[in-house]
């Protein structure tokens, strides 16, 4: 697993994680899969809000790569800086999304983000007050019962951002009808993730979800 993250994160951090190739048409890449689960990672290099640059969410997309290869899941991540998808009202990503659920079926999204957290939650599930899960409260009640499995302190952050419809999970839930959650990290647990312990408890967490989930 470790070597596999480290190699996985390359194409991200090229060009000090403004993607692959600066002349590159490839905005975004896809991974097909078996299983209708889409993870997703846009922030998994730097990206444009506003008239800032927001640094990347780094091991974000690595970790998407990785559950997709493991769990035999779609995946989408953003491969070259460009306008924030989860903020900007167009996007080509968020379209994106939104076509592979409808083309291949999809039947839950998981939006994989990372952040500097105040407390020591190690995980965080956004959910604008469950409206984006579509009545799958299961998902939530599954999460947080592996979560203590694995020893790890899941929180519910559930005050909608301004401009949700925006969002990645707002969007995709709205339009396509499928329960969407975004599910942050907590940075820590993203440093030396090759060697970090909370992370690989996250990645087998995020597995037997993935693998264990009914539709």
Same mark, same amino acid.
């Not at 799958?136 to 999460?143: C, G």
């Given at each position: 697993?470790?070597?596999?993250?480290?190699?996985?994160?390359?194409?991200?951090?090229?060009?000090?994680?403004?993607?692959?190739?600066?002349?590159?048409?490839?905005?975004?890449?896809?991974?097909?899969? %078996?299983?209708?689960?889409? %993870?997703?990672?846009?922030?998994? &290099?730097?990206?444009?809000?506003?008239?800032?640059?927001?640094?990347? !969410?780094?091991?974000?997309?690595?970790?998407?790569?990785?559950?997709?290869? /493991?769990?035999?899941?779609?995946?989408?991540?953003?491969?070259?800086?460009?306008?924030?998808?989860?903020?900007?009202? !167009?996007?080509?990503?968020?379209?994106?999304?939104?076509?592979? &659920?409808? /083309?291949?079926?999809?039947?839950?999204?998981?939006?994989?983000?990372?952040?500097?957290?105040?407390?020591?939650?190690?995980?965080?599930?956004?959910?604008?007050?469950? !409206?984006?899960?579509?009545?799958?409260? !299961?998902?939530?009640?599954?999460?947080?019962?592996?979560?203590?499995?694995?020893?790890?302190?899941?929180?519910?952050?559930?005050?909608?951002?301004?401009?949700?419809?925006?969002?990645?999970?707002?969007?995709?839930?709205?339009?396509?009808?499928?329960?969407?959650?975004?599910?942050?990290?907590?940075?820590?647990?993203?440093?030396?993730?090759?060697?970090?312990?909370?992370?690989?408890?996250?990645?087998?967490?995020?597995?037997?979800?993935?693998?264990?989930?009914?539709?």
């Amino acid at each position: 697993m470790k070597n596999d993250i480290y190699n996985f994160e390359n194409d991200f951090s090229n060009n000090g994680y403004y993607g692959t190739n600066l002349w590159t048409e490839e905005k975004y890449r896809v991974l097909s899969g %078996i299983k209708p689960v889409l %993870i997703s990672a846009p922030h998994a &290099v730097n990206h444009f809000r506003d008239d800032d640059i927001r640094d990347a !969410e780094k091991f974000t997309g690595a970790l998407t790569r990785y559950l997709s290869y /493991s769990t035999s899941s779609y995946a989408i991540f953003q491969m070259f800086t460009h306008a924030d998808p989860n903020t900007d009202k !167009e996007s080509l990503y968020k379209n994106a999304i939104i076509n592979l &659920v409808e /083309s291949y079926d999809i039947k839950l999204l998981i939006d994989i983000h990372s952040s500097t957290f105040k407390d020591d939650t190690d995980l965080d599930l956004v959910s604008h007050l469950h !409206e984006t899960l579509c009545g799958h409260e !299961e998902i939530v009640s599954k999460l947080k019962l592996l979560s203590n499995k694995y020893g790890l302190k899941i929180d519910e952050n559930n005050n909608p951002n301004p401009e949700k419809e925006n969002e990645i999970i707002a969007s995709t839930s709205l339009v396509c009808g499928i329960p969407s959650i975004r599910i942050v990290i907590n940075n820590k647990n993203m440093v030396s993730p090759g060697d970090n312990m909370k992370f690989k408890k996250i990645c087998a967490m995020l597995e037997e979800f993935i693998n264990t989930i009914k539709f």
